[in-house]
């Protein structure tokens, strides 16, 4: 053996044996956790999380909670078009691939904390398991966003790019408040959340779901205490019609046509007055499913359709600059048309 090539036998076994370098952070519910000083893949558990990361740095994510669909894939990054689904826990019984995911290799797995302790508890086992460390974020409300932005960038080396994104979200709810007080000088808005295929499925006043709703200073006519996380409170068509709210905001557009054309829906003031508006959801939801930082673009889409008078706003312009600045991607006037009719 030559004098190199017993020195390069000897820089891999070194390197071999050396530890990863490490450091202590304090994540957002204060625990310590020992992460990598080079954190280059991460998974998180659920979709809100998953989709911060991706604002942050695309190249980031070890892989999806979901399998994206095509008409996603054109409103996202070629960097994770292909990456692995490794599954996640966002109710309704999902749980996450441990086995897809120490495939996957991440350097470290984020948490959403959720209100549903029964829930972190499972997570909180599965990830120790297969022995990754573990860093919570509590990021349940719009206001915890750009507190999770700079945690996030804090965390992952992208502090300047990240307090971008937390400046535009601050700013957003800032805006969202100023208008709220003008509107408050006049009747509330009231407004109706249709979910499912026929459009009678909602979401109680107090649920997270909803909260553009309050932020932009309109009434939801749902009131009751929510269930439980996941949602979808049924009502009658009765109560609709007995709440005959001013606004209605529909996910699916089997629910909006319907709504449209039901003699029964025609008979409440949002329909009769054209103030029915199907949610945009690509790539991700403006609204709810999940609730997630695209509520910062969502609720400035609210409010334009709340108050179409106090806040005149440019939504085709604004839909560029956000996807440009959170999703990194340029979009064509037709892409922008696609995208706010839902």
């Not at 000083?37 to 911060?52: F, G, L, N, W």
């Not at 719009?142 to 990240?162: H, I, P, S, T, V």
Request: aromatic share 10%; with cysteine; charged share 30%.
């Amino acid at each position: 053996m030559t004098k190199a090539m017993l020195w390069m036998a000897c820089l891999s076994l070194l390197l071999m044996v050396m530890p990863v370098e490490a450091r202590q952070i304090v994540d957002m519910t204060g625990r310590k956790v020992e992460v990598p000083d080079r954190i280059r893949k991460v998974y998180a558990t659920s979709p809100p999380a998953t989709q911060m990361i991706y604002a942050v740095d695309p190249g980031l994510l070890s892989g999806w909670n979901a399998p994206l669909k095509d008409r996603e894939k054109r409103y996202l990054s070629p960097l994770v078009h292909d990456l692995p689904v490794l599954g996640g826990y966002f109710g309704q019984g999902r749980v996450a691939n441990i086995e897809t995911i120490i495939k996957a290799g991440p350097d470290v797995v984020i948490m959403w904390v959720r209100r549903d302790s029964a829930l972190n508890r499972r997570m909180e086992a599965d990830m120790k398991k297969a022995g990754f460390p573990l860093v919570f974020m509590a990021i349940d409300g719009m206001a915890d966003y750009g507190k999770g932005f700079r945690f996030l960038g804090k965390l992952l080396d992208r502090e300047e790019r990240a307090e971008k994104l937390a400046d535009y979200g601050e700013r957003a709810l800032k805006e969202a408040a100023a208008v709220a007080r003008s509107a408050s000088t006049r009747k509330t808005v009231s407004v109706y959340y249709a979910q499912g295929l026929d459009g009678l499925f909602t979401e109680c006043h107090t649920s997270r779901r909803t909260e553009v709703i309050g932020l932009a200073g309109a009434g939801n006519v749902c009131l009751c205490r929510t269930r439980n996380d996941y949602g979808m409170e049924r009502v009658s068509m009765e109560e609709v019609l007995l709440a005959d709210p001013d606004v209605i905001f529909v996910q699916e557009r089997q629910a909006y046509d319907r709504i449209r054309r039901d003699r029964a829906w025609r008979r409440i003031g949002a329909v009769r007055d054209g103030r029915v508006f199907v949610i945009p959801k690509t790539p991700f939801n403006w609204f709810d499913r999940p609730a997630s930082h695209m509520r910062y673009i969502g609720i400035k889409w609210v409010m334009s359709c709340l108050y179409p008078d106090l806040y005149p706003i440019d939504m085709a312009r604004e839909t560029r600059l956000f996807y440009r600045l959170f999703l990194g991607v340029e979009l064509d006037d037709a892409q922008v048309r696609e995208i706010l009719a839902g």
